[in-house]
């Protein structure tokens, strides 16, 4: 994508107020053809609020990061699965070159899922070996025609949710995990829409439940991030898939089973794994700790975590431009905003080298004292909270403590969540991985 077509879009600015509180799309109808009359492209771009600036992007394919509708604007590539027109962006790369080469993170861990997962990745015929430059055809493709729902718990206990279910669902031999026919280069290229348009982009029955806006003329896709955090420092992160059912609903993604055969849980820290360490909470406090100027997950803004999530009414609502409380509801704190272990922007070469976006989840549950003490508050390093493990302050799901195998911590959910590093709010996350030691 030429950096110019970046650059025109960074110049843009505030949206009216008017149009902000109305949650109007200011993309342009279905463009037709001249000679057919039949759709030549779709522009259904979401509207432009606050820009971030470029230099604080990890994912530098991404045209432009909004602040006040929560979005990334991304390059969008076609392709097909079984016949039908699908759409897909590309984030991460196993391969250092291609990573430069078309601006995404590098992501060496991947390296591990085409020979160690062959049921968590496919493989994609093309007939250039760089993806992305020529139409590809996909061995499978995401339902995304599933209705999302959520009945949570009492509100004193929203979690666990009484009742919910994903809004798409990965069809046969769908992944975002793919490889080139002939090549051992992996990419994370998660398809976001299905068919020719127009789209869906309210209630979502033909894209992806993050997908705020896409544009087939431009070829550019609108796509929800999430705020999160990384090594004490506020960041943004994207989410496409999880291989568990409650998660893909929280989350707004793609339930994808299959992905918890992706090599291997607790491999946070091995070389010879795919996934990197990624931490919530189950019970953390619930509510925003202190107003904040850039959104929720700057500075004290929120309390990470499942429980927090579920309190918000909008965890029930489907994210969309034509809902402004939803929007506005997750820049102020309504989204499960995990802590990333490691990000792209690390010191450390060995720290960069651990960065997947293929995130092995653990789930912490404070302890009643923790609770009784009102320790359950904001955490934002990974390092903190292997710390608070071994002392027992956090125990995992069911009770257990952190153990230890293999000579890492023993915490994982066995839930593979793809989120790819997007951008950081204010300082870059640089801090060493520090692994707990044994007591």
Not at 388 to 410: D, E, F, K, M, Y
Request: net charge positive.
């Amino acid at each position: 994508m030429p950096r110019s077509f970046t650059a025109r879009h960074r110049r843009s600015g505030f949206l009216s107020t008017a149009a902000i509180l109305l949650g109007l799309s200011l993309g342009s109808p279905v463009v037709a053809s001249a000679q057919t009359g039949s759709p030549a492209g779709v522009e259904q771009s979401a509207p432009v609020g606050l820009t971030l600036e470029s230099n604080r992007e990890a994912l530098r394919s991404a045209l432009r990061v909004d602040l006040t509708f929560e979005y990334a604007t991304l390059p969008l590539y076609k392709g097909t699965a079984g016949g039908q027109t699908v759409w897909y962006v590309i984030t991460d790369v196993s391969n250092a070159a291609v990573a430069r080469q078309l601006g995404i993170n590098h992501a060496p861990k991947l390296r591990n899922v085409r020979t160690m997962c062959p049921a968590c990745s496919q493989e994609v015929r093309t007939s250039d070996p760089l993806l992305g430059r020529a139409p590809v055809e996909f061995q499978g493709a995401p339902d995304f025609s599933p209705t999302r729902t959520l009945t949570a718990g009492p509100s004193a206990f929203p979690f666990p949710a009484q009742a919910s279910s994903p809004g798409a669902i990965g069809r046969a031999n769908y992944s975002p995990y793919v490889t080139v026919e002939g090549s051992f280069i992996v990419y994370n290229a998660p398809i976001v829409a299905i068919g020719d348009g127009p789209f869906d982009v309210t209630t979502h029955t033909d894209t992806h439940d993050r997908t705020l806006g896409i544009n087939t003329v431009n070829m550019t896709v609108d796509h929800l991030y999430v705020r999160g955090f990384s090594n004490r420092e506020p960041i943004l992160y994207l989410s496409f898939e999880s291989s568990d059912w409650f998660t893909a609903m929280i989350e707004r993604s793609t339930f994808v089973p299959a992905l918890a055969d992706l090599q291997f849980p607790n491999g946070g820290g091995r070389i010879d794994s795919a996934r990197a360490s990624i931490f919530t909470f189950a019970n953390a406090r619930v509510g925003l700790e202190a107003p904040s100027p850039r959104g929720a997950s700057d500075g004290r803004g929120r309390n990470p975590g499942l429980t927090h999530a579920l309190s918000f009414p909008i965890a029930r609502q489907d994210a969309a431009i034509a809902n402004p409380q939803v929007i506005e509801g997750l820049r102020n704190g309504g989204d499960v905003s995990n802590i990333f272990d490691v990000f792209p922007t690390n010191a450390r070469k060995r720290d960069r080298d651990e960065y997947s976006p293929a995130w092995d989840l653990q789930v912490g549950v404070y302890s009643d004292e923790a609770v009784a003490e009102g320790k359950n508050g904001l955490k934002t390093d990974a390092n903190e909270v292997r710390r608070l493990a071994r002392r027992g302050v956090i125990t995992t799901l069911g009770g257990r403590p952190h153990t230890r195998a293999r000579g890492v911590p023993s915490a994982s959910a066995n839930i593979v969540i793809n989120c790819p590093a997007l951008a950081f709010l204010e300082q870059r996350p640089r801090r060493p991985r520090i692994p707990a030691p044994d007591r």
